[in-house]
């Protein structure tokens, strides 16, 4: 297996510079802003040119035109991480991650054990950060203003975690997972990256994956072992994983309290003058969907076969139908969808063809409705949180017929 440290070298001579080689940046900030979004002019490793809007650390989006494919290609994954250092090098054949604290056999595993020890499995899940599209709420939150494409496709592989903890064997007080990323934060005032979650959370789908889309992870996206936990918002998918404590009580960790909250009320909603006292986090994710094609912008021909594309999906529920209207809401109309064999937390694409019939500015609109019944609402009623989370309104392109 190839070393980490050979991909930075790699992009390092492909572009003269890699963003993550450099620490010129001062390490007290979160994160920082590059002011305008655009396709990057830095390299990172492993990765096409994405929506670059920051490079420590490293905040990647996809551009919407991948989302016409059901898995979304590793190099054009879309990166997250909160702490400007994460580790630059890591030894493949030391690394381990630990299963400790209420267990009767702690364990070091290593990257061949969770190849060779455990049953192996594979799932096809779609992986979204909480914030993905915070920038079409109104009035915009805080944060980090991602378009659509904070979120992507993947056939993950690895081994269940209920398989790992039953290895470990759970005392009977166990009832809380904390689980720490390798990264370490820069100052001690800000907490590492730890995500705590409840063992009844959990189920067999859950798994920690060490392949992505049939390779090993990119390095960005968590290499080499990640939780994935299919149906849920990514700030539980911990990367880069250095260890699993099992505890009887809740920790009170900051990204759980403070972070990827929302407002626990009926309608996960507050108002921006008055935030909601009492939160819970953000778990299962809901309806979206996204038009991968046409493009705001695009230009389609006055009376020729033109097809939308796109993708949808759920926390779970599995897609029912996606609808497409072309008159602004009035009227919907039934997309085509795929055959749905990659499971109900994987997208299914849809395409719909017309030939558009007016010339001049189109709105093509998209709705995914579950098998629940949950549909998209329009972005008018989308109901608003501080934290800018689980966007979800339908989604609007702007063509042009000529
Ligand atoms: N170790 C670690 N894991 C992490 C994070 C992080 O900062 N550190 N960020 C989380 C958040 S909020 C998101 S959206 C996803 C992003 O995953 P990706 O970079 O593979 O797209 O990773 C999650 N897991
Ligand atoms: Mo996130």
Request: proline share 5%; aromatic share 10%; glycine share 8%.
């Amino acid at each position: 297996m190839m070393e980490r440290r050979d991909f930075f070298k790699k992009a390092a001579a492909v572009a003269g510079a890699t963003a993550l080689g450099t620490s010129t940046v001062d390490a007290g900030t979160t994160h920082q802003p590059i002011s305008n979004r655009k396709v990057g002019d830095v390299a990172f490793p492993e990765k096409r040119p994405l929506i670059t809007f920051s490079d420590r650390p490293p905040l990647l989006e996809t551009p919407r035109e991948v989302f016409t494919c059901a898995l979304t290609p590793n190099d054009q994954f879309f990166v997250r991480w909160h702490m400007p250092d994460i580790p630059t090098y890591i030894d493949v054949d030391k690394y381990s991650f630990t299963i400790k604290g209420l267990v009767d056999n702690e364990l070091k595993i290593t990257l061949k054990d969770l190849k060779e020890d455990y049953e192996q499995v594979e799932v096809a899940a779609v992986l979204q950060c909480g914030g993905n599209s915070r920038s079409a709420f109104s009035p915009t939150p805080g944060g980090i203003q991602w378009g659509s494409g904070a979120m992507g496709c993947a056939m993950w592989k690895g081994v269940r975690l209920r398989d790992i903890l039953d290895r470990a064997g759970l005392k009977k007080d166990a009832e809380w997972l904390a689980i720490q990323g390798q990264e370490k934060a820069a100052y001690y005032e800000t907490p590492n990256f730890i995500r705590e979650l409840h063992l009844d959370e959990l189920d067999d789908h859950v798994i920690v994956a060490y392949q992505m889309n049939g390779e090993d992870l990119p390095y960005l996206n968590g290499f080499p072992v990640r939780l994935v936990i299919p149906g849920v918002y990514s700030d539980s998918w911990i990367k880069m994983i250095e260890s699993i404590t099992v505890t009887d009580k809740y920790q009170k960790l900051f990204f759980m309290d403070h972070a990827y909250v929302i407002p626990d009320n009926e309608c996960e909603c507050e108002t921006p003058e008055k935030k909601f006292p009492k939160t819970k986090p953000i778990w299962k994710m809901n309806v979206k969907s996204i038009i991968g094609y046409p493009a705001n912008g695009d230009k389609l021909t006055f009376k020729s076969q033109a097809v939308v594309r796109g993708v949808a999906f759920d926390g779970g529920a599995g897609i029912k139908e996606v609808q497409i209207s072309l008159d602004g809401g009035k009227t919907w109309d039934k997309a085509i969808l795929d055959s749905g064999k990659l499971g109900r937390y994987a997208y299914r694409t849809f395409r719909y063809s017309f030939k558009p019939n007016k010339l001049g500015k189109l709105e093509i609109m998209a709705k995914a409705i579950n098998k629940l019944g949950e549909a998209q609402p329009l972005a008018k009623d989308i109901k608003w949180n501080h934290g800018g989370y689980k966007y979800n309104g339908i989604d609007v392109v702007t063509v042009e017929v000529v």
